[in-house]
């Protein structure tokens, strides 16, 4: 069974430690690394592209957001981090996939992937999300 309201209740299975969104200091870095990598695409309120469901002309798709309206939080947390320090490349999506989603481990160091996915995540606060998150990250240690 699984208390998803208060703060003391210990994470969901899909939720890394250094992702917490409930750490100020990582959400105050990860603000900045966001702005600076992320908003380009992603939006600056995390909104993502314009009709970010519908493939552009080249047959790739947009950025989706990263707020609740997206899916983002539908994956754990250290997939969020595969995704973002390698990019859409195995296990991820498939070989050969062509996506603009740059992979950023030259350019970030773990802490600051892990801390912009603490960002993220604060922006992740309505009930009914948290649940269905904790739902679909289930078997998140297999992954
Ligand atoms: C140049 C544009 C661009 C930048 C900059 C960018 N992204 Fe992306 N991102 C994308 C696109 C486009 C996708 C969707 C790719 C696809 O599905 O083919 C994506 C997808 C993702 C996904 C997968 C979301 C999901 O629901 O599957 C994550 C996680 C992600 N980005 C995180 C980040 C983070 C964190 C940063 C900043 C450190 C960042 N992105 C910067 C374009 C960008």
């Known amino acids: ?4 309201s208060a ?3 210990p994470a969901a299975l899909g939720d890394d ?11 105050a870095l990860g603000a900045r690394v966001y702005a600076q990598n992320c908003a380009a695409c992603h939006g600056a309120k995390l909104e ?5 469901r519908k493939r ?3 047959g790739r798709l947009p950025a989706p957001p990263h707020d609740e309206s997206g899916h983002t939080w ?3 947390d250290n997939v969020l981090f595969g995704i973002t320090k390698n990019g859409l490349v ?3 999506a498939p070989k050969d996939y062509e996506s603009d989603m740059p992979s950023f481990g030259g350019k970030l160091s ?4 892990w801390s912009v996915l603490a960002y993220i995540k604060s922006h992740w606060t309505s009930r009914e999300m948290l649940g269905a998150r904790a739902q679909m990250t289930r078997s998140a240690g297999r992954q």
């Open 74 to 76: 539908h994956h754990p």
């Open 90 to 92: 195995p296990p991820y």
């Open 48 to 52: 993502g592209q314009p009709d970010w």
């Open 110 to 113: 773990d802490e600051e992937i």
């Open 7 to 9: 703060c003391s209740e």
């Open 17 to 27: 430690p250094r992702a917490n969104p409930r750490d100020a200091g990582k959400v």
């Open 1 to 4: 069974m699984l208390m998803l």
């Open 56 to 58: 552009l002309p080249n």
